[in-house]
């Protein structure tokens, strides 16, 4: 069982930055591929970033390739994402999730999940 808790989310201008943290507890996170989703009102929770055991390989969605960096460290059973250039269309409840075996791009594919952190872009 696995236990994962974001933090980091708030209030941001269009263009700022913030980046988000998931902290890990109840296992080893280095076992695990992480995932970042995200969910607006209205719609979908969608596939954002993901990222292997070791860190060597990383996904994103195309929406916010270039801007968005996902990374983890082991040692301290966190994952981060790191968003810069954030946009109006970057509004959204953000959640970490996690999956033995190879990331996916899949929501059902992840088996753990935080509770969720708001980011809200203003104009």
């Known amino acids: 069982q696995v236990q994962l808790v974001e933090s980091g989310g708030g209030l941001v201008q269009a263009g700022g930055s913030l980046r988000l943290s998931c902290a890990a507890s109840g296992r080893i996170i280095s076992m695990y591929s992480m995932g970042w989703f995200r969910q607006a009102p209205g719609k979908e929770r969608e596939f954002v970033a993901a990222i292997s055991q070791s860190g060597r390989s990383t996904m994103y969605a195309d929406s916010v390739k270039g801007r968005f960096t996902i990374s983890r460290d082991n040692s301290k059973n966190t994952v981060f994402l790191l968003m810069n250039n954030l946009t109006l269309e970057d509004t959204a409840v953000y959640y970490c999730?996690?999956?033995?075996?190879?990331?996916?791009?899949?929501?059902?594919?992840?088996?753990?999940w935080g509770q969720g952190t708001q980011v809200t872009v203003s104009s």
């Open positions: 999730a996690a999956k033995s075996g190879s990331f996916s791009t899949l929501r059902p594919a992840y088996n753990y």
